[in-house]
């Protein structure tokens, strides 16, 4: 991880720090090959946005890299397996596990070979679904607890449903990244955020098995549930029995309970002015049969019904040919007031983190213009990238942890040395973390101006580069 627990403060690691922490223990078959992926991932933390030769100037250091993609050993999972360890080795507390899935396309590389399907089929490229780590109190970001690829291939001619269900599919993912990430240690809970994607029988079995708890987008209101008009749940309760009539789940949706209302203010966008949203939240009890026709899974866990809690958050009164706000929210955490259901929202709302973590792997560092000549060969680097991401986002999210802290106590030395130097008005002793990241931003083009509000992840970036090559005159300077 870039950031390391000290009792309850957060420290920026320098970089060569942090390439100890997350590589040093990778397990490639020789302790030459590890070593190599440090010295791949220190260049690439220089310039992570360019390609291989350019990361790495030297022309043996361009060759080895790239015979270190091509060894067997060497693959996605062995590349991130020491960052996903560590990762999961929660402190005590609520932990959110945020998964999706983001498809690399790979279509102005033609000579790839071992592609999977994009899209609609015209498509060249694979699919990587990271379930990212946050720190439900702060927004903190963690790091990634498991990942996985998978490649779309075409479906099979005249497939029953029963067929579909035995193979490897794109829905599977979300449950087979819950079972990598495993169980929660001793003191932390884990608390599982899924999009509409993840909306499916078999990942809620998933997760009820890892002793896990969910937050999960419902998409599929059709479905038929159990009305269950006792008590609702409480977090951790996967295999009570419901009981009561089987209704649509937008049917049953009508009977729940109205806990309270807010105003959300919402930015203005394409089409639509900016406006002020009146919002109703309720909530109900219902449970969830197991389908009719069952994966190999849900057949050996056993699980034939899951019970669990809807939060449905509605816009009232919306303005005239504006669509209103919906969720339905599907969850495993007790919401009988509105304190609890508005926790369940809050998680929710953190699941944008990944959408920002899948633009940092694109834009930041650029995963989609590396070139290989087989997918087996790009899966090793899409690792590395995909744990070299973590620090570029981490950046921006630390910034808002204990804002007030002074700097010298959660950054590396040598960077409030450098920024000194660059900019001599400044006391860096007396910075806060807020005021540090700030003046970090500024290096990064950021004006700081009061209408300007809070610098990006690019920026931010940015001047952390400008820095790090600040840093390294110095250092050179200095020998």
């Known amino acids: 991880m870039s950031l390391v627990t000290e009792g309850e403060a957060m420290r920026m690691l320098e970089r060569g720090e942090w390439v100890e922490e997350n590589f040093a223990g990778c397990e490639l078959g020789h302790v030459k090959r590890t070593r190599r992926l440090m010295v791949m991932a220190e260049n690439m933390l220089e310039c992570p946005e360019v390609s291989l030769p350019r990361q790495n100037v030297e022309w043996s250091d361009v060759k080895a890299a790239y015979r270190l993609c091509d060894r067997d050993e060497v693959t996605f999972p062995a590349v991130a397996e020491c960052h996903w360890r560590r990762v999961r080795q929660t402190p005590p507390g609520v932990h959110l596990l945020i998964s999706d899935t983001t498809d690399i396309n790979q279509y102005t590389h033609p000579a790839t070979t071992g592609l999977g399907m994009l899209g609609d089929g015209q498509g060249r490229g694979l699919q990587l679904h990271s379930c990212l780590v946050v720190e439900a109190a702060t927004g903190v970001v963690e790091g990634l607890a498991a990942a996985k690829v998978f490649y779309r291939r075409p479906s099979p001619k005249k497939e029953t449903r029963a067929q579909r269900l035995n193979r490897p599919r794109e829905s599977s993912l979300w449950g087979d990244v819950v079972d990598q990430a495993g169980l929660p240690p001793a003191g932390s809970q884990w608390v599982h955020v899924f999009d509409r994607g993840g909306d499916n029988f078999e990942s809620m079995c998933h997760i009820a098995a890892q002793r896990c708890d969910w937050v999960i987008r419902a998409s599929k209101l059709k479905r038929k549930v159990l009305l269950d008009s006792g008590k609702q749940m409480a977090s951790g309760q996967h295999g009570a029995e419901g009981s009561g009539p089987l209704v649509a789940l937008d049917q049953a949706i009508q009977t729940a309970t109205l806990v309270g209302s807010y105003q959300l203010s919402l930015r203005s966008r394409p089409g639509q002015a900016a406006r002020v949203a009146s919002l109703n939240v309720r909530t109900l009890r219902v449970a969830f049969p197991a389908p009719a026709e069952k994966s190999r899974y849900v057949k050996a866990c056993g699980i034939n019904q899951i019970p669990l809690n809807v939060v449905i958050v509605e816009e009232v009164n919306a303005p005239k040919g504006v669509t209103p706000i919906r969720w339905v929210l599907l969850t495993s955490l007790p919401v009988e007031t509105l304190d609890q259901a508005w926790t369940v929202i809050g998680y929710y709302e953190l699941r944008w983190t990944i959408e920002e973590y899948h633009k940092v792997l694109k834009t930041g560092c650029g995963v989609e213009q590396h070139s290989l ?107």
Not at 452 to 479: F, M, V
């Open 373 to 479: 000549r087989t997918a087996a060969r790009l899966e090793p680097l899409i690792g590395l990238i995909s744990v070299v991401g973590v620090r570029l986002l981490q950046l921006k999210t630390i910034s808002k942890h204990e804002p007030d802290a002074k700097a010298r106590h959660r950054v590396p030395t040598l960077w409030l040395m450098a920024l000194k130097k660059r900019k001599p008005k400044l006391a860096p002793r007396d910075l806060t973390v807020y005021e540090f990241f700030r003046e970090l931003a500024k290096l990064g083009g950021f004006l700081g101006r009061k209408h300007d509000g809070e610098p990006g992840w690019q920026t931010l970036w940015t001047g952390h580069q400008r820095l790090q090559a600040l840093i390294q005159g110095l250092q050179l300077a200095a020998s």
